[in-house]
């Protein structure tokens, strides 16, 4: 089993900035993709940034040039910093993660709990 854990989630100003960082333990043989969703209510759950283990990274247009997604493979940690953040950005972010638990590298998808991220003055 993979357990992902988030912190970094609060509230915060329009145009401040936040850091969510999401750590993955278990049982973990190679971890591909990772990312951040969002979910606001009413609405569904989307990507936000995902990043492959080589490093390519992917943003939806609504946080391009404002969020950076980044990983360190070797701690497997996922971590986005968010930064002139606006109100509509409010929502609970998820730490998501492809993870292959042996050599056979069948993958599975595993989510965190989430962290709540509100941006209001």
């Known amino acids: 089993q993979v357990q992902l854990v988030e912190s970094g989630g609060g509230l915060v100003q329009p145009g401040g900035s936040l850091r969510l960082s999401c750590a993955a333990s278990?049982?973990?043989?190679?971890?591909?993709?990772m990312g951040w969703y969002h979910q606001a209510p009413g609405k569904e759950r989307e990507l936000v940034a995902n990043i492959t283990k080589v490093g390519s990274t992917k943003y939806v247009d609504s946080v391009k040039g404002r969020f950076t997604i980044s990983r360190d493979n070797a701690k497997n940690t996922v971590e986005l910093q968010m930064n002139s953040l606006k109100p509509e950005d409010t929502a609970v972010y998820y730490c998501?993660?492809?993870?292959?638990?042996?050599?056979?590298?069948?993958?599975?998808?595993?989510w965190g709990q989430g962290t709540q991220v509100t941006v209001s003055s």
């Open positions: 278990g049982s973990i043989f190679v971890i591909y993709t």
């Open positions: 998501n993660a492809a993870v292959a638990s042996d050599y056979r590298r069948r993958w599975f998808e595993y």
